[in-house]
T-cell receptor
Framework: SQKIEQNSEALNIQEGKTATLTCNYT??????LQWYRQDPGRGPVFLLL?????KEKRKERLKVTFDTTLKQSLFHITASQPADSATYLC??????????FGSGTQLTVLP | ETGVTQTPRHLVMGMTNKKSLKCEQH?????MYWYKQSAKKPLELMFV???????ENNSVPSRFSPECPNSSHLFLHLHTLQPEDSALYLC???????????????FGDGTRLSIL
């Protein structure tokens, strides 16, 4: 069955450092991958989408990579700030409208 | 403001009650979704509607009954729920075309449901 693993439930880093979150998947050949941010008591908010034929996507301080050989996506936040503290979700999708979500990584940026 | 509004934000109900969750999207999207989010577990897709037609039902128990009267509104009717149904129920919408489900989904802030 399809399986998505996001590295460690929780990740703490110092302000100003680069946060790197990992999303690994098995038994899946996604056409695209999305990353979302979720704050406590709120719904997920879309951040970035990367397609299977794209290696890297950037948006301001965010960077996503997608390696279909390794079956892995990396999500980077450079110059991290306490306001970046949240749970980050990766989601995989194919030709159907269904997204399969990982359980998320809770990031805490320490001042 | 996400453009997707869910009511109520919190709901406590007994196992024999009947209640409904409401979702409204103001984004002009043509697809709407219900998800269940339990603590420490991934979001679970429950139902998908596209142009008001249900296209997915991921083996959801019949005590959950969706309704989509138009492309802007989505309901989830609840009856005789179980304690394990306590969770955050999220609604989302997206603009889909040509059968390619690669568009971002816009989520509401959910209804926190507690079953006594």
């Amino acid at each position: 069955s399809q399986k998505i693993e996001q590295n460690s439930e929780a990740l703490n880093i110092q302000e100003g450092k680069t946060a790197t979150l990992t999303c690994n998947y098995t038994n899946y050949s996604p056409a695209y991958l999305q990353w979302y941010r979720q704050d406590p008591g709120r719904g997920p908010v879309f951040l970035l989408l990367i397609r299977e034929n794209e290696k890297e996507k950037r948006k301001e301080r965010l960077k996503v990579t997608f390696d279909t050989t390794l079956k892995q996506s990396l999500f980077h936040i450079t110059a991290s700030q306490p306001a970046d503290s949240a749970t980050y979700l990766c989601a995989l999708g194919g030709s159907a409208r269904q997204l399969t979500f990982g359980s998320g990584t809770q990031l805490t940026v320490l001042p | 403001e996400t453009g997707v509004t869910q009511t109520p934000r919190h709901l406590v109900m007994g196992m024999t009650n009947k209640k409904s969750l409401k979702c409204e999207q103001h984004l002009g999207h043509n697809a709407m979704y219900w998800y269940k989010q339990s603590a420490k577990k991934p979001l679970e897709l429950m139902f998908v509607y596209n142009f008001k037609e249900q296209t997915e039902n991921n083996s959801v128990p019949s005590r959950f009954s969706p309704e989509c009267p138009n492309s802007s509104h989505l309901f989830l009717h609840l009856h005789t729920l179980q304690p394990e149904d306590s969770a955050l129920y999220l609604c989302a919408s997206s603009q889909e075309s040509t059968g390619q489900g690669n568009q971002p989904q816009h989520f509401g802030d959910g209804t926190r449901l507690s079953i006594l």
